[in-house]
C-alpha cells in the first residue's frame, strides 16, 4: 500500500529554531466549489472549519436544491436530445436545462399562474403595457432541471449507518453501529437501507449551514487558469500563485459573469455522461433502423414503461440488477440480462435467474438489423471457453426485442474545462474518459494543487470518502499541512496507476477503470487519509476551535462495510422495511476491549 510520504515542512517554522519560517505554499483567499452535492457540502464544511469564511467560499450549483445527484427529477436527457448510439465520448455537449412548462412552441403569458390582488396591480405588471421594467421570463419563475441517474423505486446499496458523515447520523434513536450512543439524526426512524427521499432529506439538513454559500440554478460553463510565476527573490511570498477564471450563466436570467479564485473544488460527481460502448457490430445502424429500443440507465425512471415488452438489460453491476428485477416483475418473460461475468448465487436466487422469469446470458455479439435482435455469447460461468470456434457454436439469437438498456456506467467529463483551460505542459485532465490524469491520490492535481477533485473513485462509500479527502485539502490550502513537491505528488500518481495507492494492492491494466477502488480499499483509504489530516500543525481537531476532526472507521465500520452487500440482498428479500442490521440477522462479536491502530502515524 502506498506511503503518504515524510512531506516537507513549507509553511511551518523549520526544524532549527535560528531559521527563519520558510514561506507558506499557498495565500487562498478565494475559493470556488463547483457542485452542492454530497462531495461540494463536504468541501464547503471543512473548508469554513479551517478558517476559510463566508465571503471566501462560492458554491455553484445547477440545479435549485442541493443534493446532486440524489436531487430526483422525472426528466431524462432523451428528451431534449437523443441518445447517441455507442455513447464513448467524453466530451460530448453537456445536457441542456430543462424548463418545466415550456415545451417547444408553446407560449404563454408570464403571469398566467399570478393572482393579482387588483386590477391596478395587474394593469400595471411588468409587461402589460403601463410598466417600463422589462417582461419577467418564465425562467426568472421557474428554475430548470438537470437529467440525472436517479430513478424512483431505488433505496441505497449501503446501510445509512455507514454512509453517513461523520458529525449528521441518519437515524436519531441509532447512533453509529445502531444503538452506540444517541446521536442526533435527521429522521425519527428510517429503513437501514433508506430510499431517495431520505438521502435527499438528510443532505438537505447536512446543507443547513453553508446554503448560504450556494449559487443556485447557476451553471459553470468555462474555468482556466490564469498562472502568475512564483517570485523567488520576494521573501515570504507563497510559492503557490495561481487563479482560477471562472465563467458562470445564471439560468433564472441568462446573464453571465466572470470571477476570480485562488482555489478551485471539482465536485461534480461521475453520472452525467452516459457510457454506452461498442459491444458488437451493426450498433449504430441498428440504433438507427430501430430508434429508441437501445437506452442507458440514465433514462430509467419506472419498470412501468417497459410493461409486457422484451426487455434485455445489458450490465450486471449493482444498479443494472435492481433495475433488472425491477423490470422483471413487469416485462414479457424472460427477462435477459446479458453479462460478462458470473452472477453471484444468492444474486441470481433474488432475481428468479433460471425460473423463466429473467435468463442471464453472455456478452452481445452481434446487432440483428431485420429482426429487431441480438446474438449473444454463452452464459458466463468465470472459466475460459474452449476456443474461439466452440464459443461462436454456442451463440445464441434473441429477436424481437422491445428495449436494450444499458446500465454500463458513466464517463469522467468535465465540460466546463476546455484544451486551453490548462498549460500546455499539463496533461489532458479526461482524454476517453476513463480517468482523470494528472491526479495524485485520486483528488489532488499533481500539476496544480489548487485544484482538486472530490469522490472520482468508485466501489467506496462515498460520504465519508468525501468528507476525509475535504479534510485534508481544506488544511493544505489552510497551510497547516505541508505542501508535497510536485514531484513527490507525480511519484504518489504513478504509484496509484500501479496499482499501489492508498487503497491498497489492486490489479492495473489496461481497459481495467483506473479510479475503481479494490474490495474494502476505501477503508485503507479513509484512515489513510484521517492520518494524514491529524499531521496538521496548530492541533485544535475533535471540534476544539471549531475544527473538524476528520472521519475514521473502527471495528464497526470495517464489519458494516464487510457485510453491507449481504444485508442488502436479505433486505430486498424480507420486503425492504428492516430498519437495522440485526433485524435482517447480521449481528457483531464485540470482543471486550476494542482498539484500532492507525494505519500511519
Request: glycine content about 10%; overall charge negative.
Given at each position: 500500500?502506498?506511503?503518504l510520504?515524510?512531506?516537507?515542512?513549507?509553511g511551518?517554522?523549520?526544524l532549527?529554531g535560528d531559521?527563519?519560517?520558510?514561506?507558506a505554499?499557498?495565500?487562498?483567499?478565494?475559493?470556488?466549489?463547483i457542485?452542492?452535492g454530497?462531495?461540494g457540502?463536504?468541501?464547503?464544511k471543512?473548508?469554513g472549519a479551517?478558517g476559510?469564511?463566508?465571503?471566501?467560499?462560492?458554491?455553484?450549483?445547477?440545479?435549485a436544491?442541493?443534493?446532486?445527484?440524489?436531487?430526483?427529477?422525472?426528466?431524462?436527457?432523451?428528451?431534449?436530445?437523443?441518445?447517441?448510439?455507442?455513447?464513448?465520448?467524453?466530451?460530448a455537449?453537456?445536457?441542456p436545462p430543462?424548463?418545466?412548462g415550456e415545451?417547444?412552441?408553446?407560449?404563454?403569458?408570464?403571469?398566467?399562474d399570478?393572482?393579482?390582488?387588483?386590477?391596478?396591480?395587474?394593469s400595471?405588471?411588468?409587461g402589460?403595457?403601463a410598466?417600463?421594467?422589462p417582461?419577467i421570463?418564465?425562467?426568472?419563475?421557474r428554475?430548470?432541471?438537470?437529467?440525472?441517474?436517479?430513478y424512483?423505486?431505488l433505496?441505497?446499496n449501503?446501510?445509512h449507518?455507514?454512509?453517513?458523515y461523520?458529525?449528521l447520523?441518519?437515524?436519531?434513536a441509532d447512533?453509529r453501529?445502531e444503538?452506540k450512543?444517541?446521536?442526533?439524526?435527521t429522521?425519527e426512524?428510517?429503513?437501514?437501507?433508506?430510499?431517495?427521499?431520505?438521502?435527499?432529506?438528510?443532505?438537505?439538513?447536512?446543507?443547513?449551514d453553508?446554503?448560504?454559500?450556494?449559487?443556485?440554478?447557476?451553471?459553470?460553463?468555462?474555468?482556466?487558469?490564469q498562472q502568475?510565476?512564483?517570485?523567488?527573490?520576494?521573501?515570504?511570498?507563497?510559492?503557490i500563485?495561481e487563479?482560477w477564471?471562472?465563467?458562470?450563466?445564471?439560468?433564472?436570467?441568462?446573464a453571465s459573469?466572470?470571477?476570480?479564485?485562488?482555489?478551485l473544488?471539482v465536485?461534480?460527481?461521475?453520472?452525467?455522461?452516459?457510457y454506452i460502448p461498442?459491444?458488437a457490430?451493426?450498433m449504430?445502424?441498428?440504433?438507427a433502423?430501430?430508434?429508441?429500443?437501445?437506452?442507458?440507465?440514465?433514462?430509467?425512471?419506472?419498470a412501468?414503461?417497459?410493461?409486457g415488452?422484451?426487455v434485455?438489460?445489458?450490465?450486471?453491476?449493482?444498479?443494472?440488477l435492481?433495475?433488472?428485477?425491477?423490470?422483471?416483475?413487469?416485462?414479457?418473460?424472460p427477462l435477459?440480462?446479458?453479462?460478462?461475468s458470473?452472477?453471484?448465487?444468492?444474486?441470481?436466487s433474488?432475481?428468479?435467474?433460471?425460473?423463466n422469469?429473467?435468463?442471464?446470458?453472455?456478452?452481445?455479439?452481434?446487432?440483428?438489423?431485420?429482426?429487431?435482435?441480438?446474438?449473444?455469447?454463452?452464459?458466463?460461468?468465470?472459466?475460459?471457453?474452449g476456443g474461439?470456434?466452440?464459443?461462436?457454436q454456442?451463440t445464441?439469437?434473441i429477436s424481437d426485442v422491445?428495449?436494450i438498456?444499458?446500465?454500463t456506467?458513466?464517463?469522467?467529463a468535465?465540460?466546463f474545462?476546455?484544451a486551453?483551460?490548462?498549460?500546455?505542459?499539463?496533461?489532458y485532465?479526461v482524454?476517453?474518459g476513463?480517468?482523470v490524469?494528472?491526479?495524485?491520490?485520486?483528488?489532488?492535481h499533481?500539476?496544480?494543487?489548487?485544484?482538486?477533485?472530490?469522490?472520482l473513485?468508485?466501489?467506496i462509500?462515498p460520504?465519508p470518502?468525501?468528507e476525509?479527502?475535504?479534510?485534508?485539502?481544506?488544511?493544505?490550502w489552510?497551510n497547516?499541512l505541508?505542501?508535497?513537491?510536485h514531484e513527490?505528488?507525480r511519484?504518489?500518481?504513478?504509484?496509484d496507476e500501479?496499482?499501489?495507492?492508498?487503497e491498497?494492492s489492486r490489479?492495473?491494466?489496461?481497459?481495467?477503470p483506473?479510479h475503481?477502488?479494490?474490495?474494502g480499499?476505501?477503508?485503507?483509504?479513509i484512515n489513510?487519509?484521517?492520518?494524514?489530516?491529524?499531521r496538521?500543525?496548530?492541533?485544535?481537531?475533535?471540534?476544539k476551535?471549531g475544527?473538524k476532526?476528520?472521519?475514521?472507521?473502527?471495528?464497526?465500520?470495517?464489519?458494516?462495510r464487510s457485510?453491507?452487500a449481504?444485508a442488502?440482498?436479505?433486505?430486498e428479500?424480507?420486503?425492504?422495511?428492516?430498519?437495522t442490521?440485526?433485524?435482517?440477522?447480521?449481528r457483531?462479536e464485540?470482543?471486550?476491549?476494542?482498539?484500532?491502530?492507525?494505519l500511519?502515524?
Open positions: 500500500m502506498g506511503s510520504g515524510n512531506g516537507s515542512v513549507e511551518h517554522a523549520a532549527d531559521s527563519p519560517p520558510a514561506p505554499a499557498f495565500d487562498i483567499k478565494r475559493i470556488a466549489v457542485g452542492a454530497p462531495s457540502l463536504a468541501a464547503a471543512h473548508l479551517e476559510f469564511s463566508s465571503s471566501q467560499i462560492d458554491i455553484y450549483e445547477q440545479q436544491e442541493v443534493g446532486g445527484v440524489w436531487n430526483y427529477n422525472a426528466a431524462t436527457s432523451t428528451s431534449t436530445q437523443p441518445l447517441r448510439v455507442p455513447q464513448t465520448d467524453a466530451h455537449a453537456p445536457d430543462i424548463y418545466p415545451e417547444e412552441g408553446e407560449e404563454k403569458d408570464e403571469y398566467e399570478y393572482e393579482f390582488d387588483s386590477d391596478e396591480e395587474a400595471t405588471a411588468p402589460s403595457g410598466c417600463s421594467l417582461p421570463s418564465r425562467r426568472e419563475r428554475p430548470p432541471v438537470f437529467p440525472n441517474p436517479m424512483d423505486d433505496h441505497t449501503i446501510p449507518t455507514l454512509m453517513r461523520s458529525d447520523a441518519f437515524a436519531t447512533g453501529g444503538g450512543g444517541k446521536e442526533k439524526g429522521h426512524g428510517c429503513e437501514i437501507f433508506p430510499p431517495r427521499q431520505v438521502v435527499q432529506e438528510y443532505l438537505v439538513q447536512y446543507a443547513r453553508v446554503r448560504h454559500l450556494v449559487r443556485f440554478s447557476t451553471r459553470v460553463t468555462d474555468v482556466s487558469l502568475t510565476p512564483p517570485s523567488s527573490s520576494t521573501p515570504g511570498q507563497p510559492r500563485r487563479k477564471a471562472v465563467r458562470s450563466t445564471n439560468l433564472l436570467t441568462d459573469r466572470v470571477e476570480t479564485y485562488d482555489a473544488v465536485a461534480t460527481g461521475h453520472y452525467s455522461a452516459p461498442a459491444v457490430p451493426n449504430s445502424a441498428f440504433a433502423e430501430h430508434p429508441g429500443v437501445i437506452s442507458h440507465s440514465k433514462t430509467y425512471r419506472a412501468s414503461a417497459f410493461a415488452k422484451r434485455v438489460v445489458v450490465g450486471s453491476g449493482p444498479s443494472g435492481d433495475i433488472a428485477s425491477q423490470i422483471s416483475a413487469v416485462c414479457a418473460s435477459v440480462i446479458s453479462a460478462r458470473p452472477i453471484p448465487d444468492d444474486t441470481a433474488h432475481l428468479a435467474a433460471g425460473d422469469k429473467v435468463r442471464v446470458v453472455g456478452p452481445i455479439k452481434r446487432f440483428l438489423i431485420d429482426e429487431r435482435g441480438i446474438e449473444v455469447g454463452p452464459t458466463p460461468t468465470g472459466t475460459s471457453s474461439e470456434g466452440e464459443e461462436e454456442a445464441e439469437r422491445d428495449a438498456l444499458f446500465c456506467g458513466y464517463l469522467y468535465f465540460p474545462f476546455s486551453s483551460s490548462l498549460p500546455a505542459s499539463t496533461p485532465l482524454t476517453d476513463r480517468r490524469h494528472g491526479v495524485a491520490r485520486h483528488f489532488i499533481a500539476y496544480h494543487p489548487t485544484l482538486v477533485f472530490p469522490a473513485p468508485y466501489k462509500i460520504l470518502l468525501a476525509a479527502q475535504a479534510a485534508v485539502f481544506s488544511r493544505l489552510s497547516r505541508p505542501l508535497p513537491s513527490e505528488l511519484g504518489w500518481e504513478r504509484e500501479e496499482g499501489g495507492g492508498l491498497g490489479v492495473s491494466r489496461p481497459g481495467k483506473f475503481t477502488f479494490p474490495k480499499g476505501d477503508a485503507l483509504y489513510a487519509l484521517h492520518d494524514w489530516a491529524l496538521a500543525q496548530g492541533g485544535g481537531e475533535g471540534g476551535g475544527r476532526e476528520p472521519p475514521f472507521w473502527g471495528d464497526e465500520e470495517l464489519w458494516q457485510i453491507y449481504q442488502k440482498m436479505q433486505f428479500k424480507t420486503g425492504r422495511t428492516a430498519k442490521l440485526a433485524e435482517l440477522g447480521f457483531r464485540r470482543p471486550a476491549q476494542e482498539t484500532v491502530a492507525p500511519f502515524r
